[in-house]
């Protein structure tokens, strides 16, 4: 029998899954919203429905589920969500482990974006790399030396939580200064209307740099030599050499046509090639890519 698995991102928003078979080819896909607000068990009933509705009757036999913040097992609770404290309370994993009935496997949905974008244009070419999903938040996962690497605790790769100013913007998580309350989608956005005094989101901030507005000029040009400094951090303690930008904010071309030449002047050390910042290549479905990739790994089709 074909064995598939079901790959499951669960965002503050929404909730995506897909079907996958051995050959990591996409059987089926569903997106509906998660509906957080509605309180766990309508997060549940809806993570439930997608399954079903993306299984399309088929039996799988594991599931991979790539959330928000670092899942403990041993709490059954995930750390780590402030954008969505209805997902750290206890339990919701466990209630979607008893429904499911097959292998549950949970990860960081930046975990997952790495792990399907390393996959999709990084293995065989670059080996240390990191991934950053520029969203609501600012996530990061690492695959150092062709492996996911997860830490001590599960908890690597949360770059977007590093200090990038001393005593700067407040961050959602209750620091100053992180590089999320500078980088993220909604960070982007309270930064122009600062400036401004006029409200955009990242995409309209964009056009209007185009149109050579000076507010919407300052801030981006402010913006990459954040990311600069940002980055070329990452590489210096790491040794990357890779970057892999997802979630909205990353469409900006800006990026990646002017930030890795700002993070050459800024790598220190040994002499390091271009260091590319790479788009996403899946889009906003890496994560449930990467998830559904989990689900292979369990039953020992993948190795990562």
């Given at each position: 029998m074909e064995p598939y698995v079901i790959g499951i991102d669960l965002g503050?928003?929404?909730v995506e899954a897909c079907l996958l078979d051995k050959e990591l080819r996409v059987m089926a896909r569903r997106r509906i919203l998660s509906q957080p607000s509605e309180g766990r068990n309508?997060?549940?009933e809806n993570i439930l429905r997608v399954v079903k509705e993306t299984a399309q009757g088929k039996t799988y036999a594991a599931v991979g589920i790539g959330t928000p913040g670092t899942y403990n097992a041993d709490e059954d609770r995930l750390y780590g969500a402030p954008h969505t404290p209805l997902y750290e309370e206890p339990g919701l994993i466990?209630?979607?482990r008893l429904k499911l009935d097959v292998p549950v496997v949970v990860e960081n949905d930046a975990n997952c974006l790495a792990l399907a974008e390393f996959y999709a244009s990084c293995k065989g070419k670059y080996g240390f790399v990191l991934a950053v999903?520029?969203?609501?938040?600012?996530?990061?996962g690492l695959i150092l030396d062709n492996r996911l690497y997860r830490g001590a605790k599960g908890g690597a790769g949360e770059i977007g939580h590093t200090i990038v100013e001393l005593n700067g913007r407040q961050?959602?998580?209750?620091?100053?200064g992180c590089a999320e309350a500078y980088l993220s989608g909604p960070s982007l956005s309270r930064r122009y209307r600062e400036q401004s005094g006029r409200t955009a989101d990242a995409e309209e901030i964009y056009r209007r740099f185009l149109a050579g507005e000076s507010s919407a000029v300052r801030l981006l040009e402010e913006t990459c030599v954040i990311m600069a400094d940002f980055f070329a951090d990452a590489v210096n303690a790491l040794d990357l050499e890779a970057v892999i930008l997802g979630g909205g904010v990353s469409n900006i071309p800006l990026w990646v046509e002017r930030v890795p030449p700002m993070m050459r002047k800024r790598l220190f050390g040994v002499p390091r090639p271009h260091i590319p910042l790479l788009p996403a290549r899946l889009?906003?479905?890496?994560?449930v890519f990467g998830a559904a990739y989990l689900g292979l790994r369990e039953?020992?089709?993948m190795d990562f």
């Open positions: 503050g928003t929404k309508q997060v549940v466990g209630d979607l999903i520029l969203g609501t938040g600012v996530g990061g961050c959602q998580c209750g620091r100053r889009g906003d479905s890496a994560g039953l020992g089709l």
